[in-house]
């Protein structure tokens, strides 16, 4: 990631308790197909590695290159990996719009909600699609906060949309980069681009719960709530509404959550 862009989550437990679920079924169904074994691939913006575990599976004997703007996330991965006993997987630090690597040296580059956070995304997947071999495929996936549904809508949980679109935005992100794959992936040269969409969806007790301490609770006491506070945008007082609106919704017995992404298959 990196750029002039800051990466807004942070690295917070709430937050990463949210990257740790994500796997290749849950977070990458648009790539699937097009996984191989032998394969090279580049997984940048890998966080904690979950994803890039699957990745590894998928294309051994092949190898994943997983890369990251952090070098403390990388160290939770590198970890969780080799627990594992996940062996074809490098690991370095890495800045998206810049990769240190050739032309062509990869069969397969993934991005999984990388886009959104910095700072030049066409920049980006023009590097993505450099490193890329000929015929090779890059593939992003991206959430759409503006896509985002739920129901009920208590007092309180009403307002963190706004405000974290004030957050992301005002440190260079774009919260809305799933409709806008498609066009960045054009002006960024590809020409061979396959849409597609899916999405996550929480409704039982306990995905309610685990995903309201997730957003709530980063809404209360990541670097997301540090930076509304910083910039204006929202008093201590008003994210605890926040965040109180969030677990009241977790309690709803009819509560349900759908978090839409846009994804793109390139042919580069």
């Not at 394969?39 to 994943?64: E, F, H, K, M, N």
């Not at 890495?94 to 700072?119: E, I, M, N």
Request: glycine share 10%; with cysteine.
């Amino acid at each position: 990631m990196t750029g002039n862009a800051t990466y807004t989550h942070g690295h917070h437990e709430s937050v990463l308790s949210s990257h740790q679920w994500r796997t290749v079924e849950n977070s990458a169904p648009h790539l699937l197909g097009h996984l191989r074994p032998g394969q090279s691939v580049l997984d940048v913006g890998c966080g904690p590695g979950t994803i890039t575990a699957g990745l590894a599976r998928r294309v051994a004997p092949g190898t994943v290159t997983a890369v990251d703007a952090a070098e403390v996330v990388l160290a939770e991965a590198r970890k969780s990996t080799e627990a594992e006993g996940i062996g074809n997987v490098e690991f370095a630090v890495a800045d998206v719009h810049a990769l240190d690597y050739a032309d062509g040296t990869f069969d397969v580059v993934h991005a999984h909600q990388v886009l959104q956070h910095v700072a030049d995304p066409v920049q980006a997947l023009r590097e993505m699609r450099r490193v890329a071999r000929p015929g090779g495929i890059v593939a992003a996936r991206e959430a759409d906060f503006g896509g985002m549904v739920w129901h009920p809508n208590p007092p309180g949980m009403d307002s963190w949309l706004p405000v974290y679109y004030n957050v992301a935005r005002g440190n260079g992100g774009e919260p809305d980069a799933g409709r806008r794959l498609v066009a960045w992936a054009r002006e960024a040269g590809f020409t061979d681009v396959t849409a597609s969409a899916s999405t996550w969806c929480y409704s039982t007790p306990e995905e309610r719960e685990w995903w309201s301490e997730s957003w709530g609770g980063r809404m209360l006491r990541s670097s997301v709530a540090d930076a509304a506070v910083a910039g204006g945008h929202a008093t201590r007082a008003e994210l605890r509404r926040i965040y109180e609106g969030w677990k009241a919704w977790a309690a709803a017995d009819d509560g349900w959550y759908a978090v839409l992404h846009g994804e793109i298959i390139c042919r580069a």
